[in-house]
């Protein structure tokens, strides 16, 4: 299997306001091709944060990754700190920070096409996250809009 790196690599970016009022991952939403690496970054001096998928197996949640996929958990990143994901199979993937998924800190990553055969999205119909917080992830179309 290839490796890609270098220029289809993507970096999110954790951000905060000063005195923690609004914490976000920034962009929200991202498309990628199968096999791209991902690194999370925290750039809010003020907070630690985490990327985490929602998953059974991770604090119970209901699955927004696709079937096939391996769960993830950065743990805390503290200020500085980063985390690096490669993600193959093609589908969304929703995901939250932990201590600020009520704050809507949550964020999607769309990867490959629904043109592809094994394209999993079953992560739209799946439920599981509060209403206010399922409003925040983008639309896939919004994030195909985007790029
Ligand atoms: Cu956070």
């Given at each position: 299997?290839?490796?890609?790196?270098?220029?289809?690599?993507?970096?999110?970016?954790?951000?905060?306001?000063?005195?923690?009022?609004?914490?976000?991952?920034?962009?929200?939403?991202?498309?990628?091709?199968?096999?791209?690496?991902?690194?999370?970054?925290?750039r809010?001096?003020g907070?630690?944060?985490?990327?985490?998928?929602?998953?059974?197996?991770?604090?119970?949640?209901?699955?927004?990754?696709?079937?096939?996929?391996?769960?993830f958990?950065?743990?805390?990143?503290?200020?500085?700190?980063?985390?690096?994901?490669?993600?193959?199979?093609?589908?969304?993937?929703?995901?939250?920070?932990?201590?600020?998924?009520?704050?809507?800190?949550?964020?999607?990553?769309?990867?490959?096409?629904p043109?592809?055969?094994?394209?999993?999205?079953?992560?739209?119909?799946?439920?599981?996250?509060?209403?206010?917080?399922?409003?925040?992830?983008?639309?896939?179309?919004?994030?195909?809009?985007?790029?």
């Amino acid at each position: 299997m290839n490796e890609v790196h270098g220029d289809n690599d993507v970096v999110i970016t954790m951000k905060g306001t000063h005195r923690g009022e609004r914490v976000w991952f920034e962009p929200k939403g991202v498309a990628i091709e199968p096999g791209t690496t991902v690194t999370f970054i925290n750039r809010d001096p003020g907070n630690s944060h985490t990327v985490t998928a929602y998953h059974p197996e991770i604090f119970d949640r209901v699955r927004r990754i696709p079937k096939a996929a391996k769960p993830f958990d950065s743990g805390y990143l503290l200020p500085g700190q980063t985390f690096s994901l490669t993600l193959t199979v093609p589908g969304v993937y929703d995901y939250y920070c932990v201590p600020h998924e009520m704050a809507a800190m949550v964020g999607r990553i769309i990867v490959g096409s629904p043109a592809l055969e094994d394209w999993d999205e079953s992560a739209l119909g799946a439920g599981g996250v509060r209403g206010d917080v399922s409003a925040q992830f983008p639309s896939v179309r919004d994030i195909f809009n985007a790029r």
